[in-house]
């Protein structure tokens, strides 16, 4: 690790001024510390933000509010979450170890860096972590790949699972800087990674994730978040689907997808929810429907199971939701 000063801003204006181009903030730290160990990332100041008031888990009629700092372990357990958003708790509760639930924040989740081994191994060509040195996962390993949404430059998929769900829910993160604050839906905050993979998301330089706000989505109970991974315990998703439906007397009247594990972000599917609209709740229907999941697939040497693992993985989903 290389040399670096730290610094405990006493509150959020503090932090936003005392960040420059060399900064970067600690919050949970469950991925920062780790890149900084392996020197993939080596910023000049870190700037410790986890007592800034950020916290809180906040219901009401416009929706959910959850503070950045909030951590996954409180959210997760949350008895009004598990009740009105259940896709969000089993997100989280499928996502890393409990101790680094118990670590870390909700904001730090939705900015983790992917976790393609050749992002992390400094030896090896990474366009992420050096623009422009190449892809070694296009032909390496990329068993865990994306399949979806990638370039030439990069095949890297979106580690996290509560963004899946997040952006199931239309959700959206509040930004702020020393200018002000702005906010951007989640689907559209994560960019893809065409000929600039280094920039994952629209986070500005200096701005701070101080926030995520979950409209109001009466059916949402009523929504479910289907893991598919090596092991059950602390691994990465080979496919994900979070999944709500809103069913009345039978027949599906709304329904939101997004899906994980194969997309170069988190990947949400209206041509499936389209497909799934005014049909019955009954398996024929989500397997007619899941068809178009995968279109635009582009699998590697090593996923090409993915595409059909992805539209079984949407059926299961589905078919928890229909008992």
Known sequence: MRPFTFATPQGVAEAL????????????????????????LAPQQVLDIRELPLHGIREGVNGLHLGALERMSDLAEHPYVRAAYPVIAEALAQSASAQVRDMATIGGNLLQRTRCGYFRDTATACNKREPGSGCSALEGANRMHAILGTSDACVAAHPSD???????????????DRDGGRQVKLEDFYRLPGTTPQLENDLRPGELITGVTVPALSWASRSTYVKVRDRQSFEFALTSAAVAVDVRDGIIHDVRVAVGGVGSKPWRLPSVEQALRGGPMQEDTFELAVLTAADGARTLSQNPFKPALLRRTIVRALMNLAG
């Open 17 to 40: 001024d005392r960040f420059d181009e060399g900064s970067a903030y600690l919050a949970g730290g469950t991925t920062l510390v780790d890149l900084m160990k392996l020197e993939v």
């Open 162 to 176: 509560l963004a899946v769900a997040l952006v199931a829910l239309d959700a959206s993160v509040e930004l702020k």
